[in-house]
């Protein structure tokens, strides 16, 4: 059982920390002629053109990041599928640089390379036959790749999980790992679990706002469920399930799982990779349901203590802001200049307390369990004072760990970025990596990563319903810690989000379906 052998986890995130002499010594050059297709194209099987009169989630954005006070009852139909799909991995923006064109997605990724890929599989619904779909948001199209109702078969691999086995459908995202290897190599593992966090973030946020039921599931059997994708587990990668819709649609009927292998388009004419992607993956698989069930049963007791911290600033004050969902994920950008104007200390507690507020999965045990810890610095909060800060989601709070002036800290630990400088907060969102190894094994590293995607998406959506902006910026790990200690001397920093106030006018973006046909021949 390799996933209990944690220094892989522990080796691979060593090996890809960035340094302050790892960037100046370790020099890479972007070969261009071998840059991926951002999209992955079915050749020979049928598309089925999606509706483009989908309904759009009009909930207050705020109200998305709630539990809802009641579920819906209600079946889900092909248009609801449309909505769903569009807002956790459509395209909101196209844009022409010299000769090439970029579509740029609804969630955010790290270099918008998007190596992240969505497939469903459903019951019987109103006006969609049962099976497996994979989706094309480039010409808003589905492809169906198995028929038949396997809801309770995939459930037997996910720990014979009910939201599987009797909701309605269940989201599989995947990573095809070249296209963000391309830029960042062998660091860009972790990228996997950040831009499919994200866009879990959007999903979960559009099923609160139409009051779905949702589950997140990162323990799985991953050869049977990347078998039942019909990809090799190697260049593409299940990495997480998402189930929607009320969990009473029941069907117990066990199927056979065929291998597939059906053509696709190329990516590009070669591939570079890297063994030491693979040896993580592979060693932070789960390889029978014995496996799932006993990290099921470790989540059960959750992760987050209460802490012994101080409490330094009771936070109150929540902005009340009114914006439908929808507008809130089409001004979505990454903002790329930050002004020097300070947020109000309600903007931050907004995002602080709707960011952490939560997430319905298998590998933690209620809303209130987190393996994400946040630390901060403030450039520019108004009635805050400038400094370094923790977080305290149980008592809702701050811990004031250094008073200062530390924008060029900021700046600095975000690889020497300027968007670090200029922003009015930088968000780390760290992590007790040995403990959450010692837990759930290698597999907590992936859970690690993909909860901290999770809350930077939600931190992104709720910056942009406050009219500020926001943007993910890589960092220098070891620094991170360091500057937070002593207080964060057991902990890893997982990702970066820096908020503020955009200094120019971003276009909002639009909604595009069939923006682009792929050429197969």
Same mark, same amino acid.
């Given at each position: /059982?390799?996933?209990?052998?944690?220094?892989?986890?522990?080796?691979?995130?060593?090996?890809?920390?960035?340094?302050?002499?790892?960037? &100046?010594?370790?020099?890479?050059?972007?070969?261009?002629?071998?840059?991926? #297709?951002?999209?992955?194209?079915?050749?020979?099987?049928?598309?089925?053109?999606?509706?483009?009169?989908?309904?759009?989630?009009?909930?207050?954005?705020?109200?998305?990041?709630?539990?809802?006070?009641?579920?819906?009852?209600?079946?889900?139909?092909?248009?609801?599928?449309?909505?769903?799909?569009?807002?956790?991995?459509? %395209?909101?923006?196209?844009?022409?640089?010299?000769?090439?064109?970029?579509?740029?997605?609804?969630?955010?990724?790290?270099?918008?390379?998007?190596?992240? @890929?969505?497939?469903?599989?459903?019951?019987?619904?109103?006006?969609? =036959?049962?099976?497996? $779909?994979?989706?094309?948001?480039?010409?808003?199209?589905?492809?169906?790749?198995?028929?038949?109702?396997?809801?309770?078969?995939? =459930?037997?691999?996910?720990?014979?999980?009910?939201?599987?086995? +009797?909701?309605?459908?269940?989201?599989?995202?995947?990573?095809?790992?070249? &296209?963000?290897?391309?830029?960042?190599?062998?660091?860009?593992?972790?990228?996997?679990?950040?831009?499919?966090?994200? /866009?879990?973030?959007?999903?979960?946020?559009?099923?609160?706002?139409?009051?779905?039921? $949702?589950?997140?599931?990162?323990?799985?059997?991953?050869?049977?469920?990347?078998?039942?994708?019909?990809?090799?587990?190697?260049?593409?990668?299940?990495?997480?399930?998402?189930?929607?819709?009320?969990?009473?649609?029941?069907? @117990?009927? %066990?199927?056979? %799982?065929?291998?597939?292998?059906?053509?696709?388009?190329?990516?590009?004419? &070669?591939?570079?990779?890297?063994?030491?992607?693979? @040896?993580?993956?592979?060693?932070?698989?789960?390889?029978?349901?014995?496996?799932?069930?006993?990290?099921?049963?470790?989540?059960?007791?959750?992760?987050?203590?209460?802490?012994? +911290?101080?409490?330094?600033?009771?936070? =109150?004050?929540?902005?009340?802001?009114?914006?439908?969902?929808?507008?809130?994920?089409?001004?979505?950008?990454?903002?790329?200049?930050?002004?020097?104007?300070?947020?109000?200390?309600?903007?931050?507690?907004?995002?602080?307390?709707?960011? *952490?507020?939560?997430?319905?999965?298998?590998?933690?045990?209620?809303?209130?369990? *987190?393996?994400?810890?946040?630390?901060?610095?403030?450039?520019?909060?108004?009635?805050?004072?400038?400094?370094?800060?923790?977080?305290?989601?149980?008592?809702?709070?701050?811990?004031?760990?250094?008073?200062?002036?530390? &924008?060029?800290?900021?700046?600095?630990?975000?690889?020497?970025?300027?968007?670090?400088?200029?922003?009015?907060?930088?968000?780390?969102?760290?992590?007790?990596?040995?403990? *959450?190894?010692?837990?759930?094994?290698?597999?907590?590293?992936?859970?690690?990563?993909?909860?901290?995607?999770? %809350?930077?998406?939600?931190? #992104?959506?709720?910056? +942009?319903?406050?009219?500020?902006?926001?943007?993910?910026? *890589?960092?220098?790990?070891?620094?991170?810690?360091?500057?937070?200690?002593?207080?964060?001397?057991?902990? =890893?920093?997982?990702?970066?989000?820096?908020?503020?106030?955009?200094? #120019?006018?971003?276009? @909002?973006?639009?909604?595009?379906?069939?923006?682009?046909?792929?050429?197969?021949?």
């Amino acid at each position: /059982m390799p996933n209990k052998e944690i220094n892989y986890a522990l080796k691979f995130h060593e090996i890809t920390k960035h340094s302050y002499i790892s960037v &100046r010594t370790d020099r890479y050059y972007l070969d261009w002629s071998i840059k991926p #297709y951002p999209f992955k194209v079915y050749i020979d099987l049928p598309k089925i053109h999606l509706p483009k009169d989908f309904p759009k989630p009009e909930k207050n954005a705020l109200d998305c990041f709630k539990i809802p006070e009641h579920f819906s009852e209600e079946d889900i139909d092909l248009k609801k599928v449309a909505e769903l799909l569009y807002f956790t991995a459509g %395209i909101s923006r196209v844009k022409k640089y010299g000769t090439e064109f970029y579509y740029f997605r609804v969630a955010p990724a790290t270099g918008a390379l998007y190596s992240t @890929e969505v497939y469903f599989f459903c019951k019987d619904l109103r006006d969609l =036959s049962a099976g497996l $779909y994979h989706f094309d948001p480039a010409e808003f199209v589905i492809t169906k790749i198995r028929d038949g109702d396997y809801r309770y078969t995939i =459930s037997k691999f996910c720990g014979n999980d009910e939201s599987v086995a +009797y909701s309605p459908l269940t989201f599989i995202f995947t990573s095809i790992g070249w &296209r963000n290897v391309w830029k960042y190599r062998i660091r860009s593992y972790r990228h996997w679990f950040w831009d499919s966090g994200t /866009m879990i973030a959007n999903l979960i946020s559009v099923a609160n706002s139409e009051n779905l039921e $949702y589950k997140v599931i990162l323990s799985f059997v991953d050869k049977e469920i990347n078998k039942f994708l019909g990809i090799d587990g190697r260049k593409e990668c299940a990495l997480a399930l998402v189930s929607i819709g009320k969990p009473k649609f029941k069907n @117990e009927e %066990i199927k056979n %799982i065929e291998e597939i292998n059906y053509k696709t388009l190329p990516l590009s004419k &070669r591939e570079v990779e890297y063994k030491e992607i693979y @040896e993580v993956h592979e060693n932070s698989s789960l390889y029978s349901i014995n496996e799932v069930l006993e990290l099921r049963n470790e989540a059960k007791t959750g992760f987050y203590k209460e802490s012994k +911290y101080k409490c330094d600033i009771k936070l =109150s004050g929540e902005k009340n802001v009114k914006i439908p969902l929808w507008k809130v994920i089409l001004k979505r950008g990454s903002t790329r200049k930050f002004s020097l104007k300070p947020i109000q200390l309600e903007d931050l507690y907004t995002i602080l307390k709707y960011a *952490t507020g939560g997430i319905n999965c298998d590998f933690l045990r209620d809303y209130n369990d *987190t393996l994400i810890e946040i630390y901060f610095i403030a450039n520019a909060v108004e009635r805050l004072e400038s400094g370094a800060y923790y977080f305290n989601k149980e008592l809702n709070c701050l811990e004031t760990l250094k008073k200062g002036k530390f &924008r060029s800290v900021a700046g600095y630990l975000c690889l020497e970025q300027d968007l670090g400088y200029e922003a009015s907060v930088v968000f780390f969102l760290m992590n007790n990596l040995n403990e *959450t190894l010692k837990k759930f094994g290698n597999r907590g590293y992936r859970m690690a990563q993909l909860e901290a995607g999770i %809350i930077a998406g939600k931190i #992104y959506l709720i910056s +942009y319903t406050l009219n500020l902006g926001a943007t993910g910026l *890589t960092f220098y790990d070891d620094d991170i810690t360091n500057f937070f200690s002593p207080h964060a001397s057991n902990k =890893s920093n997982m990702m970066v989000v820096a908020v503020g106030y955009p200094a #120019y006018k971003a276009k @909002e973006g639009q909604i595009y379906t069939g923006v682009l046909e792929h050429k197969t021949k």
